[in-house]
């Protein structure tokens, strides 16, 4: 029995007020598209001064990890930035590599005593995830995670910026109850 809650949003991770968004970046940490400009667009210079300062310190993000920065302007306190693998088929360790984005980023906030995180759906835009499986991965390793790291986290929130995110969401944590 799991004793976080894991809800579905339809919207704009921008606006939430959560403890961390997790921002679906890229490995430079500077800013993008999708998801990631959005961020960068609505939280401000704070966001990207703090990603330089890591970039500095350690190179950027490779795929799979995650870092945390302040959510600048956001109504979030802090982003939690991972780095999505780019879909080459499904047989260059891309699952795992998303798993990993979604448990590093769970550590993370977890370190930080962050009760509410809400996550986008990673590496399903520009890098070309199907959506579907990309879904999948998502809600199998974040239930795992709770499983295993009880009380850690008291909110998971999956926020779909699409219709057909929300659907795919929506049917895997029906499928679950």
């Given at each position: 029995?799991?004793?976080?809650?894991?809800?579905?949003?339809?919207?704009?991770?921008?606006?939430?007020?959560?403890?961390?968004?997790?921002?679906?970046?890229?490995?430079?940490?500077?800013?993008?598209?999708?998801?990631?400009?959005?961020?960068?667009?609505?939280?401000?210079?704070?966001?990207?001064?703090?990603?330089?300062?890591?970039?500095?310190?350690?190179?950027?993000?490779?795929?799979?990890?995650?870092?945390?920065?302040?959510?600048?302007?956001?109504?979030?306190r802090y982003v939690v930035h991972t780095v999505g693998p780019v879909w080459q088929g499904g047989k260059n360790g891309?699952?795992?590599?998303?798993?990993?984005?979604?448990?590093?980023?769970?550590?993370?906030?977890?370190?930080?005593?962050?009760?509410?995180?809400?996550?986008?759906?990673?590496?399903?835009?520009?890098?070309?995830?199907?959506?579907?499986?990309?879904?999948?991965?998502?809600?199998?390793?974040?239930?795992?995670?709770?499983?295993?790291?009880?009380?850690?986290?008291?909110?998971?929130?999956?926020?779909?910026?699409?219709?057909?995110?929300?659907?795919?969401?929506?049917?895997?944590?029906?499928?679950?109850?």
């Amino acid at each position: 029995m799991l004793s976080a809650k894991i809800e579905l949003v339809k919207g704009d991770i921008t606006k939430l007020e959560v403890d961390a968004v997790v921002n679906a970046a890229n490995s430079s940490l500077l800013g993008g598209g999708g998801v990631d400009g959005a961020i960068h667009r609505a939280g401000g210079p704070e966001i990207l001064e703090e990603c330089k300062q890591i970039r500095a310190r350690q190179g950027g993000c490779p795929t799979g990890e995650a870092v945390i920065t302040t959510g600048g302007r956001l109504p979030a306190r802090y982003v939690v930035h991972t780095v999505g693998p780019v879909w080459q088929g499904g047989k260059n360790g891309e699952p795992e590599l998303l798993a990993n984005c979604y448990r590093n980023s769970l550590r993370i906030a977890s370190g930080k005593q962050l009760q509410h995180v809400a996550f986008p759906s990673i590496s399903t835009g520009v890098y070309g995830y199907p959506k579907d499986k990309a879904a999948k991965v998502a809600v199998q390793t974040v239930k795992k995670w709770l499983q295993e790291h009880e009380n850690s986290i008291m909110q998971i929130l999956f926020v779909c910026f699409d219709e057909e995110n929300y659907h795919l969401y929506k049917e895997l944590l029906a499928d679950e109850r």
